[in-house]
């Protein structure tokens, strides 16, 4: 199995099981946060596809590093397994911080 | 261009300004929590980023890249990312949040004509106000059973 494809499926089974055993701060129970990864994705889609545009790309991807399907756009698909952990990774720190704030 | 990169960043981050200073997110003005927030992620996909390059999963176009090459040879340009997209996140989850609080607030005040509140664009003080109530609610409640 390519390399980024497995390292994005741990990335987000991480980040998951962090958030349901570890921080449990509910996100994935709310509207706000659901809500928020729509318009987070539409947005990526014009940024990554901007950024791996194959007709003149800024980040250049090896073909046998990763599963091969380019979609929506040029973008390979490992990238919004990859945007779903960063984002939803800093917005559960940022309850977290939150958290700590109020307490 | 070799500011591209960066020029595509900058892009997301004016474009995400108006959720802070219109719709009242109030991620630039939690200086601290958006630091704890942005911090360990961005350790995390630095060094995933570093792994990538290093055993060759994806590199950078010199014509599109400054060429400035942080520790592990990871660009510049991938560590603002790392700060700039999830900076957009939490603009984007604070302003979901004020805007769903604002409508439930506004469809239990009054359901035929819109508060002037949701019309208006909050103060800053309005803002502190909010922060301060759960610490002050706090405070009194120990008082009471003190």
Same mark, same amino acid.
């Given at each position: 199995? #390519?390399?980024?494809? +497995? !390292?994005?499926?741990?990335?987000?089974?991480?980040?998951?099981?962090?958030? $349901?055993?570890?921080?449990?701060?509910?996100?994935?129970?709310?509207?706000?946060?659901?809500?928020?990864?729509?318009?987070?994705?539409?947005?990526?889609?014009?940024?990554?596809?901007?950024?791996?545009?194959?007709?003149? %790309?800024?980040?250049?991807?090896?073909?046998?590093?990763?599963?091969?399907? @380019?979609?929506? /756009?040029?973008?390979?698909?490992?990238?919004? &397994?990859?945007?779903?952990?960063?984002?939803? &990774?800093?917005?559960?720190?940022?309850?977290?911080?939150?958290?700590?704030?109020?307490? | 261009?070799?500011?591209?990169? /960066?020029?595509?960043?900058?892009?997301?981050?004016?474009?995400? $300004? %108006?959720?802070?200073?219109?719709?009242? !997110?109030?991620?630039?003005?939690?200086?601290? @929590?958006?630091?704890?927030?942005?911090?360990?992620? /961005?350790?995390?996909?630095? +060094?995933?980023?570093?792994? !990538?390059?290093? @055993? &060759?999963?994806?590199?950078?176009?010199?014509?599109?890249?400054?060429?400035? /090459?942080?520790?592990?040879?990871? %660009?510049?340009?991938?560590? +603002?990312?790392?700060?700039?997209?999830?900076?957009?996140? $939490?603009?984007?989850?604070?302003?979901?949040?004020?805007?769903?609080?604002?409508?439930?607030?506004?469809?239990?005040?009054?359901?035929?004509? #819109?508060?002037?509140?949701?019309?208006? +664009? #909050?103060? $800053? #003080?309005?803002? @502190?106000?909010?922060?301060?109530?759960?610490?002050?609610?706090? &405070?009194?409640?120990?008082?009471?059973?003190?």
């Amino acid at each position: 199995m #390519p390399e980024y494809t +497995v !390292a994005t499926a741990v990335a987000v089974v991480a980040v998951v099981a962090v958030e $349901l055993l570890w921080a449990r701060t509910g996100i994935f129970r709310t509207a706000q946060y659901w809500i928020t990864m729509a318009i987070v994705f539409f947005f990526q889609v014009l940024v990554d596809g901007w950024l791996t545009k194959l007709s003149d %790309p800024i980040v250049r991807y090896a073909p046998a590093q990763f599963a091969g399907i @380019r979609f929506p /756009l040029d973008i390979p698909i490992e990238d919004f &397994g990859f945007g779903f952990a960063l984002v939803t &990774g800093t917005i559960i720190a940022w309850q977290l911080a939150g958290r700590k704030e109020t307490a | 261009m070799p500011a591209e990169y /960066l020029l595509l960043m900058l892009a997301c981050v004016a474009i995400t $300004l %108006p959720l802070e200073f219109v719709l009242g !997110a109030r991620v630039y003005r939690r200086p601290r @929590r958006l630091v704890l927030a942005v911090l360990p992620l /961005l350790v995390i996909f630095y +060094v995933w980023d570093a792994v !990538a390059i290093a @055993r &060759g999963h994806w590199d950078y176009s010199p014509a599109h890249t400054t060429g400035w /090459l942080l520790p592990f040879a990871v %660009p510049i340009e991938e560590m +603002v990312f790392f700060i700039v997209i999830p900076l957009c996140g $939490l603009l984007t989850f604070e302003a979901v949040g004020r805007m769903l609080g604002k409508r439930s607030a506004a469809s239990a005040a009054s359901s035929s004509e #819109p508060s002037p509140r949701s019309r208006n +664009v #909050p103060s $800053l #003080p309005e803002f @502190r106000e909010q922060e301060r109530v759960p610490g002050a609610k706090d &405070g009194g409640t120990g008082v009471g059973d003190a």
